[in-house]
C-alpha cells in the first residue's frame, strides 16, 4: 500500500512517540527489578550491542530504500526483488559470522571492554538480537523504498510491547541466580521482541502475494550476487558513507565520558564532583534534550524514498517541495518542544531527577535542539540525492570540532561542564549549517523567511505566556500540575497563533491519518 509522504511521516511520529514512551516506562520498570548494579551491567553490553548491528546492516537501510525508490519509478519490480535478496544475504552473512567471532571470544572481548566481567552472561544473551534486527532493518528499508511506512511503524510498536511484556518474567525468573543472570535475562526479552518484529515483516512481505515471496527464497543467492555486481555496487556506494558517519557519531559518542570527566579533573575538580557533574550532563540533561527527535527520525525515513524517487524522475520542483515540507514539519512541532524544554527546563528536572540544577544545563542547550531537530531530515535530503559521502564529511568535521572544543573549554575553569555544552551546542549547530550549505550547493534549495519567521514569533509568544503563566497564575498549585497547566495554555496559544498568522491552514490538517477530516472543520484555509 503506498502512502503519500505525509500520510507515512505522521504514522511514524506516532508509532515514534508511542514507542519512546513505552521504552521510558520499560527503562523505569526494569531498574526497579535489577537496581543500579543490573542496569550498570546492562548498559555495558547494550550499546555495544547497537554499535555492532550499525555495522552489521552497513547504511543498507537506507541505501536500499533509495534503491527501492528509483527501481519502483522506473517500473523496474524485477530489480527491487534483486536489492532485497542481496541486502539480506549481505546482511546475514556480515552478523552470523560476527556473531560466531563474537561468541568464541566472548570471554576474552568481557576482559578488554568491560570492568566487571559479570557482563559476560549478557553479551553472550545479546548475540542473537544482532541478525535478527539487521534483518528486520533491511526489510524496514525494502517497505520505506515503496513508501508503506506501516510496517516500519507496527513492528517497531510490536517490539516494544514484547520486550516490556516479557522483561519482568525473564530478570525475575533469573534473579535467584543472581544480578548477572537477571541482566543476562534482560537483553534476552530484546531476542523476543526483535523476533515478534521480523515475523510480522515477513507476514507483511508475504502478503504481497504468495508467488512473490516464493520466487524470494528460490532465488540462488550466489549467482545472485555473480549476477548483480553493479546492483551491489550501488547499494554499497551509498550504504558505506552511511556507516562511516554512523560509526562517527558512535566513536564520538564513545569518547565524550572520557574526554569530559578528564577535562573537568584538569579544571580543578575532584573524581567524584567530576563523576556527578558529567551524570547531570550526559545521565540527565542530554537524554531529555534528545527525547523528541523521533519526530526527526520519522522524517528522515519517510525523506530518503520520497526524495530519491523524485530526484529519479528529474522532478526538482517536487524534490525541493519534499524537502521544504520535511523542514517546515520539523519546525512546527520541533520548536514549541524547543521552548517547553527552556521555560520548564527546571521545574521538569525538580519533577523528574528531584534536581533542579541540571534543568540551569538543560535550559543552556534547549534552543539549540531547533538545529538538532532539522540536522537528521536535511541528512536525509542529502543521502536521497546520493550525497551520502558530503553527510559523512560534515559529520565527521563537525563531530571533531565538537571533541577538541569540548576539551579545551570544559578544562577551563571559568566554563568547567558548561564548556561541554558549549562544545555541545557549537557541534550541533556545526552539523546542520554544513548540511544545509551542502543542499544549497547541490541543488540551489531556498526556505521561505517569512513563514519561518512566523514560527519564531509564535515561539516568543508561548515562550513568554508559558514563563508569565507558571509564575504568576499557577504559581500556588503542586509542581506536576502547574507544569501540565502552564505547558498545555502556552501551547494551545502557539497553535492559534499559526492558524491566525495562516501558517497551518485546513490542507496542513486534513492530511492527517485517521482523524484530519474530522480536525479540519476547525482551521481555515491558508
Known amino acids: 500500500m503506498r502512502q503519500s509522504f505525509f500520510y507515512g511521516t505522521v504514522i511514524l511520529i506516532v508509532a515514534g512517540a ?12 526494569l531498574s526497579r527489578i535489577i ?52 541486502s539480506l544475504t549481505l546482511t546475514g552473512a556480515l552478523s552470523l559470522t560476527l556473531c ?26 545479546s548475540l542473537p538480537v544482532i541478525p535478527l534486527a539487521s534483518f528486520s532493518a533491511v526489510l524496514r528499508g525494502y517497505f520505506q523504498g515503496k513508501h508503506n511506512m506501516t510496517p516500519t511503524a507496527t513492528s517497531q510498536l510490536l517490539e516494544q510491547i514484547v520486550r516490556m511484556a516479557l522483561v519482568v518474567v525473564m530478570t525475575v525468573t533469573f534473579m535467584d541466580n543472581g544480578v548477572e543472570y537477571a541482566a543476562a535475562g534482560a537483553v ?28 524470494l527464497f528460490q532465488l540462488p543467492l550466489l549467482a545472485s550476487l555473480k549476477q548483480n555486481r553493479e546492483n551491489l555496487r550501488q547499494l554499497l556506494s551509498m550504504s558505506l558513507p552511511v556507516t562511516m558517519s554512523r560509526l562517527v557519531g558512535s566513536i564520538a559518542y564513545v ?39 523521533f519526530l526527526t527520525y520519522s522524517l528522515s525515513i519517510s525523506l530518503v524514498p520520497a526524495v ?34 527552556f521555560v520548564f527546563a527546571e521545574p521538569l528536572c525538580q519533577l523528574l531527577y528531584g534536581n533542579r540544577e541540571v534543568g540551569v544545563l538543560l535550559r543552556e542547550m534547549a534552543l539549540f535542539s531547533v538545529f538538532l531537530f532539522f540536522q537528521t531530515p536535511l541528512a536525509a535530503a542529502l543521502q536521497g540525492l546520493d550525497y551520502a559521502g558530503t553527510v559523512f564529511r ?6 571533531a ?37 551542502s543542499l544549497v550547493k547541490a541543488i540551489g534549495f531556498t526556505i521561505n523567511f517569512s513563514e519561518f519567521c512566523k514560527i519564531g514569533a509564535a515561539m516568543l509568544a508561548m515562550g513568554y505566556a508559558g514563563s508569565y503563566m507558571a509564575n504568576h497564575l499557577f504559581y500556588d498549585l503542586p509542581l506536576i500540575k502547574k507544569l501540565l497547566l502552564s505547558s498545555g495554555s502556552c501551547f494551545l496559544l502557539y497553535v492559534v497563533l499559526l492558524v491566525g498568522m495562516r501558517v497551518l491552514g485546513k490542507q496542513d490538517v486534513r492530511r492527517i491519518p485517521w482523524i484530519g477530516e474530522q480536525l479540519s472543520v476547525f482551521f481555515p484555509r491558508r
Not at 265 to 293: C, D, R
Not at 313 to 334: E, F
Not at 405 to 423: D, E, L, N, Q, R
Request: aromatic share 12%; glycine share 8%.
Open 18 to 29: 508511542a514507542t519512546r514512551i513505552l521504552g521510558f516506562i520499560n527503562r523505569v520498570v
Open 35 to 86: 537496581g543500579a548494579e543490573g542496569m550498570g551491567l546492562y548498559q555495558m553490553v547494550v550499546p555495544l550491542m547497537y554499535f555492532l548491528i550499525t555495522l552489521t546492516t552497513l547504511g543498507l537501510p537506507v541505501a536500499i530504500a533509495k534503491q527501492v525508490a528509483e527501481s519502483e519509478a522506473a517500473g523496474d519490480f524485477r530489480k527491487t526483488k534483486r536489492l532485497l535478496v542481496l
Open 100 to 125: 560466531l567471532i563474537l561468541y568464541l571470544g566472548a570471554r576474552t572481548l568481557t576482559g578488554w571492554l568491560f570492568s566487571d566481567e559479570r557482563a559476560y552472561w549478557a553479551l553472550l544473551a
Open 188 to 215: 534476552a526479552s530484546i531476542i523476543f521482541g526483535e523476533t515478534a518484529g521480523l515475523l510480522y515483516m515477513f507476514w507483511q512481505f508475504r502478503r504481497q502475494g504468495r508467488q512473490t515471496a516464493e520466487r
Open 255 to 293: 569518547l565524550e565520558p572520557m574526554i569530559v570527566p578528564f577535562a573537568l579533573l584538569v579544571a580543578g575538580y575532584q573524581a567524584h564532583e567530576a563523576t556527578s557533574l558529567y551524570g547531570k550532563f550526559a545521565g540527565m540533561a542530554v537524554p531529555l534534550l534528545l527525547f523528541p527527535t
Open 308 to 341: 530519491s524517487e523524485a530526484a529519479f524522475q528529474k522532478n526538482s520542483t517536487l524534490v525541493h517541495r519534499r524537502i521544504y515540507q520535511a523542514m517546515r514539519i520539523t519546525l512546527v512541532i520541533g520548536a514549541p518542544c524547543a521552548v517547553l524544554l
Open 394 to 399: 560534515n559529520t565527521l568535521f563537525s563531530s
Open 401 to 437: 570540532v565538537k571533541l577538541l572544543a569540548m576539551f579545551v573549554a570544559t578544562a577551563h575553569p571559568a566554563f568547567g561542564i558548561h564548556g561541554a555544552i558549549i562544545a555541545l551546542n557549537l557541534g550541533i549547530t556545526l552539523g546542520t549549517l554544513l548540511h544545509f550549505a
